[in-house]
């Protein structure tokens, strides 16, 4: 595994969803550390717990606005963000009709073909620099 588990607390969440969850969401999560990885901004992942789901926070620097994966109501997997931003309303715009979007907390994906990371990607950096783009806007 590229990306270890931050505990095994995380890990048992993983493991729980159903397999095909699974996958899913843990190709959500190594996104999310590629994403992290390459853009400097936004420093140190931590990767915890929050309301039961993997969470993705940028404690180091306070870029980003927490980004959590977990199991969607209908089914599936799914990428959350704090329904306060506009994190996920700018993706659905820049990619519409092309994803699953429950309102605007989340983008849901069915199967392992729903995830485009080549557009996710947009997504991912949007969370983990929100603080810090939304800070550079106000100043301008």
């Not at 595994?1 to 993983?14: E, H, I, L, Q, T």
């Not at 420093?43 to 926070?57: A, D, F, I, M, V």
């Not at 996920?88 to 069915?110: K, L, P, W």
Request: hydrophobic fraction near 40%.
């Amino acid at each position: 595994m590229k990306y270890p588990f931050a505990s095994d607390k995380v890990a048992g969440v993983f493991a729980a969803f159903p397999k095909t969850e699974r996958q899913m969401a843990l190709a959500l999560r190594d996104l999310i550390f590629e994403v992290a990885e390459t853009t400097p901004e936004v420093g140190q992942l931590e990767e915890t717990l929050k309301w039961g789901q993997p969470s993705y926070l940028t404690p180091e620097t306070k870029s980003g606005s927490t980004l959590r994966i977990g199991l969607a109501k209908g089914g599936g997997a799914a990428i959350f963000a704090h329904c306060g931003t506009d994190i996920i309303s700018t993706y659905a715009a820049s990619f519409a009709d092309m994803d699953q979007i429950e309102g605007n907390r989340a983008v849901v994906f069915h199967s392992a073909d729903d995830i485009v990371p080549a557009r996710l990607r947009l997504l991912v950096h949007h969370g983990l620099t929100y603080h810090t783009r939304k800070a550079t806007s106000a100043s301008v």
